[in-house]
């Protein structure tokens, strides 16, 4: 078996497998390419039927902010593909408290509903992940 | 002398610098993810209102748009286009851009 797969064991039952993945967004939206790239993967990882988190600490609060419009800079505003995630059964987003507050940013600012955690908050969920991905 | 600064204030120590090293009456534009700092509530704003008492600062309104912060700049900051960031780099004597 090992010889047709590279010398990998492949597990039987693996399809069974679901573990906890946390997607990390520390970057602001457009001055440069990780928070579109992040959402890429992060919907490819929804047909997989893992266990997603994603979490937005730092400037990558600004993700999320609402009233985004991109016309004059030429770019793709992909802000509403956050609304989107809901449809891939990805519901669990996470906003450092400490970061949207340094940004002067409300919950109501956001284009989505989040879960508001502090630092110890967010450290423990961290913890608890099998799998954590930055970008 | 322009000083252009396009990272985010809480990212990266580039807005320090320009804010730090610009001698008065100058100019400091801030493109791309720098506009952050010309947004209320940012952690920045002391930092850049103390700026603003001796130099000009500008920001490029089509990446304040495209980050949806064009509801909060701070009051006295001067919003340019891509038409008023090539004016300020013709009028000035030198240009530094904090990478």
Redesign the interface.
């Known amino acids: 078996m090992s010889e047709s797969t590279g010398g990998i064991e492949m597990e039987e039952d693996m399809s069974g497998t679901v573990k906890k993945f946390a997607f990390i967004n520390r970057?602001?939206?457009?001055?440069?390419i990780y928070a579109l790239e992040s959402l890429e993967v992060v919907l490819i990882s929804a047909a997989f039927d893992q266990d997603v988190s994603l979490v937005f600490a730092?400037?990558g609060v600004?993700q999320l902010?609402?009233?985004?419009?991109?016309?004059?800079?030429g770019?793709k505003?992909f802000?509403p593909t956050y609304r989107a995630l809901e449809g891939y059964d990805i519901e669990k987003l996470y906003v450092e408290k400490e970061s949207m507050e340094?940004?002067?940013?409300t919950a109501d600012d956001l284009i989505v509903d989040v879960e508001v955690l502090d630092a110890a908050e967010m450290a423990a969920l961290l913890e608890e992940q099998d799998v954590v991905l930055s970008f | 002398m322009l000083h252009i600064v396009n990272k985010s204030p809480l990212e990266r120590n580039a807005f320090d610098g320009a804010l730090r090293m610009a001698k008065p009456g100058s100019t400091i534009l801030l493109i791309e993810d720098a506009v952050y700092a010309v947004t209320k509530g940012n952690k920045a704003e002391g930092q850049l209102k103390e700026a603003m008492k001796n130099c000009s600062v500008c920001a490029l309104w089509p990446d304040l748009e495209a980050r949806g912060m064009q509801d909060t700049v701070i009051d006295g900051i001067k919003q340019v286009d891509y038409n008023g960031f090539v004016d300020l780099v013709a009028e000035s004597k030198s240009v530094m851009s904090w990478l």
Do not use: H, I
């Open positions: 970057k602001a939206p457009y001055g440069t730092d400037d600004y902010k609402k009233g985004q419009a991109t016309k004059a800079v770019m505003n802000s340094a940004r002067g940013l």
